[in-house]
C-alpha cells in the first residue's frame, strides 16, 4: 500500500484489511457538500456509511488519509475497482453544502502536491484529463457518469473551472518542470452555509 508522507495517516478499519487491491490509474477530486475537517470525515465514513474516499481534504489544506492508494475506496462506483484490477484514487474535500464555493487556496495547493505524487508513485497515472470513465488520468466527480451512482453534482461549477484552469495545469507543470498558470486568490475562510442540512455527497452518488 502506498501512504502519501504530507498527510495525516488515520487508517479505515475494516476497510483497509479487507477491500480489494487496486492498481491505480486515476485521480478522482470529489466535494463532500459539508464544512467538515478530515477528522470529522473520518468519523463519517467509520460511523455511518459503507463508502469512503482515500483521502480527506479540509479548507485549511489540513490532509488526511484513510486507505492507502492500492487499496479499493468505494467513492466512484464503476471507478473503484474494474475487472481488470485498476481503479481510482479518490480525495473529498470540505465544501459549503451545496457545492457551490471554490477551493480555498490552501486546498488547492494540496491538491496540486497530491496529484504530482499520486503520478510520479503510480506509474498508470498519465498526466491528462480522463477522456472517458476508464481512460487513466485526472478527473472531478461529476466528470464522467460511471463515476457516481445516480448522477451527482460534485463538485460544483466553481470548482470544475478551478480544476480545468488551475489545478490540473499546475499538477502538468509542476511534475514535468514548466511555468505554473497564474493562481487566483480565493478565501481562505469559507462563506457561512446559508442552511443545515445532511451532506448530500454519499447518498446517492458514491457507491
Known amino acids: 500500500m502506498a501512504w502519501y508522507p504530507r498527510a495525516v495517516k488515520m487508517e479505515l478499519?475494516?476497510?483497509?484489511?479487507?477491500?480489494?487491491?487496486?492498481?491505480?490509474?486515476?485521480?478522482?477530486?470529489?466535494?463532500?457538500?459539508?464544512?467538515?475537517?478530515?477528522?470529522?470525515?473520518?468519523?463519517?465514513?467509520?460511523?455511518s456509511t459503507n463508502l469512503e474516499s482515500h483521502f480527506g481534504l479540509g479548507f485549511d489544506g489540513t490532509l488526511w488519509q484513510y486507505l492507502g492508494t492500492q487499496t479499493r475506496a468505494d467513492a466512484n462506483y464503476r471507478a473503484n475497482r474494474r475487472a481488470d484490477g485498476t481503479g481510482a484514487i479518490s480525495l473529498e474535500?470540505?465544501?459549503?453544502?451545496?457545492?457551490?464555493?471554490?477551493?480555498?487556496?490552501?486546498?488547492?495547493?494540496?491538491?496540486?502536491?497530491?496529484?504530482?505524487?499520486?503520478h510520479k508513485t503510480h506509474p498508470d497515472i498519465p498526466l491528462r484529463i480522463c477522456r472517458s470513465a476508464s481512460d487513466p488520468g485526472f478527473g472531478y466527480h461529476r466528470l464522467h457518469s460511471d463515476w457516481a451512482l445516480g448522477g451527482t453534482d460534485c463538485p460544483g461549477d466553481a470548482r470544475v473551472k478551478q480544476f480545468r484552469e488551475l489545478v490540473f495545469p499546475a499538477i502538468v507543470a509542476r511534475a514535468t518542470g514548466a511555468p505554473e498558470p497564474t493562481k487566483p486568490t480565493t478565501p481562505s475562510v469559507p462563506p457561512t452555509p446559508r442552511r443545515r442540512r445532511r451532506p448530500v455527497a454519499y447518498r446517492l452518488t458514491g457507491a
Open 93 to 118: 474535500s470540505a465544501s459549503n453544502l451545496d457545492h457551490t464555493d471554490p477551493w480555498t487556496d490552501e486546498q488547492v495547493e494540496e491538491l496540486i502536491k497530491l496529484g504530482v505524487w499520486a
Open 13 to 47: 478499519q475494516p476497510e483497509s484489511s479487507t477491500q480489494q487491491a487496486i492498481r491505480p490509474t486515476q485521480v478522482i477530486y470529489h466535494s463532500i457538500a459539508a464544512p467538515w475537517t478530515p477528522k470529522r470525515t473520518y468519523e463519517y465514513w467509520r460511523d
